[in-house]
């Protein structure tokens, strides 16, 4: 999985997904397995693990399965529901867009389904967004394009007035499709509405293009950017091979896991380096980056690197980063900065070079999502509608050791999923690099 998770037997984690009530409503759904709301799936499936909880005497940690329930919470001839994007761009909304309206459509019989447009600025009544109505008609072929039909923004809005025009619209389940501030701030909706006694569900599906949702196995859209990272890595490699001292300098997603980078590396095994935020590394010095760059144009004549854009942030002055309107630290642009210091290293050093770089972060991101992503997103879909209906609420839709669950967005916020360099994941991509431990001696990675 190339990430780790570290229960200790006995440990309490609140997995419990918090419900509207009773479901009392008979599903319409005809001719499905239904799903017990006893079913459960386990965390930690190492032996040791499960060992442990037995020797204490201790139920192991569990996610509920997701799926229909033979009760749900709503009547679907009297259920609203709203949809909203917010974040960055990521391949496959639109498909989990499509995917939500059929389902509650053709499965459930619900007709009353809205697109709040631009993300959240679309539920504050100051910018003036009216509403969209969704049907299995308008939603036909958004499949085939990259984006978001319903637009999207970045930024907090008021929670308040969020919750406002949720009641205003009298919305019975909002889906919240988002990556860790869009999923945080529709907890923080679910928790408004609860306390206002309101019966809405809040049902979350994660997209963030960086795979860094903890608890969730994968985000949809991340197979798409592999694919289309690996395209640009096979053009990177064919311009360093085409030129003497030919250097292919690509810097993919990755703001603070590297799961893009590694993962690409491993599908076009053409990579000489990998650098993530995961791992520290130094510039100079004879254990340093430059120096076992230029030892690989010695032996080889080209490289091939590969940059996360979170990685090298100790070469960025912190008082100087700036923040976006989703409340994150903007990151030092790492690749323009390994662009420069390899021209002036090897200018020094009075040997000629050929480096070209790429940056595709935005082609990567708008671009439909590839038939891996696809299915995958059909079934996030198809999990969050039955979430919604039967009641679930303040969750989001993720897949755990292959079965697909409900999971307490508190939960899966409380931080971000990085790559375990202890992993097979990272030792792979070492053995296919070749590249060395990159730290000299005595260097400590520098406080922020």
């Known amino acids: 999985m190339g990430f780790k998770i570290l229960l200790d037997p006995g440990e309490q984690i609140n997995t419990q997904v918090k419900t509207l009530g009773e479901a009392k409503v008979i599903s319409p759904m005809r001719d ?49 529901c709203g949809i909203v994007t917010c974040g960055g761009l990521c391949p496959g909304i639109n498909n989990v867009i499509r995917g939500v309206v059929l389902e509650l459509f053709y499965m459930y ?20 967004y009216p509403v969209v109505e969704l049907s299995p008609q308008s939603v036909a072929n958004i499949h085939e394009l990259g984006g978001t039909i319903l637009g999207s923004s970045r930024g907090a809005q008021d929670i308040s007035e969020v919750v406002d025009a949720i009641e205003r619209l009298n919305l019975n389940v909002m889906f ?79 703001r603070d896991s590297g799961f893009i980078a590694a993962h690409a590396a491993l599908a076009q095994r053409d990579v000489n380096f990998v650098l993530i935020p995961e791992i520290d590394f130094d510039l100079e010095g004879e254990k340093g980056f430059l120096f076992a760059l230029e030892k690989r144009l010695e032996r080889r004549g080209h490289a091939v690197i590969v940059v996360a854009e979170g990685a090298g942030q100790k070469f960025f002055d912190e008082k100087q980063k700036k923040v976006d309107a989703s409340g994150n630290v903007k990151k030092g642009d790492i690749g323009l900065f390994l662009k420069e210091k390899i021209e002036e290293y090897f200018s ?32 996030l879909a198809q999990m969050a509608v039955h979430a919604g209906m039967a009641g679930k609420t303040d969750a989001l839709i993720g897949i755990w050791n292959d079965v697909f669950v409900h999971i307490p967005i508190e939960l899966s916020a409380k931080q971000r999923k990085k790559v375990d360099v202890s992993s097979e994941l990272w030792m792979s991509v070492m053995e296919s690099t070749g590249q060395p431990v990159m730290k000299n001696p005595g260097n400590k990675r520098r406080k922020k």
């Open 32 to 80: 499905t397995v239904f799903v017990d709301e006893n079913d459960r799936v386990l965390i930690d499936t190492k032996l040791k693990y499960l060992r442990g909880c037995i020797d204490k005497n201790v139920e192991p940690v569990t996610f509920e399965v997701a799926g229909p329930r033979r009760k749900i919470y709503f009547d679907p001839s009297k259920t609203k």
């Open 109 to 128: 019989g619900v007709s009353n389904i809205y697109g709040i447009p631009f993300g959240l600025e679309g539920f504050i009544p100051s910018y003036g």
């Open 176 to 254: 919240f499709i988002g990556g860790d501030g869009t999923l945080k701030a529709a907890s923080a909706v679910a928790r408004e509405i609860m306390s206002r006694e309101y019966k809405c569900s809040v049902i979350g599906i994660p997209k963030t293009i960086d795979n860094d949702i903890s608890f969730v196995s994968k985000t949809f859209g991340f197979d798409t950017a592999v694919e289309e990272s690996k395209k640009v890595i096979q053009s990177a490699h064919t311009e360093a091979t085409g030129a003497p001292n030919g250097i292919g300098l690509v810097k993919l997603m990755g």
């Open 348 to 379: 020094y050093r009075h040997i000629p070079i050929n480096l070209k770089y790429i940056d595709p972060s935005y082609v990567i991101r708008s671009v439909p999502a590839n038939a891996s992503d696809s299915i995958f997103c059909g079934f």
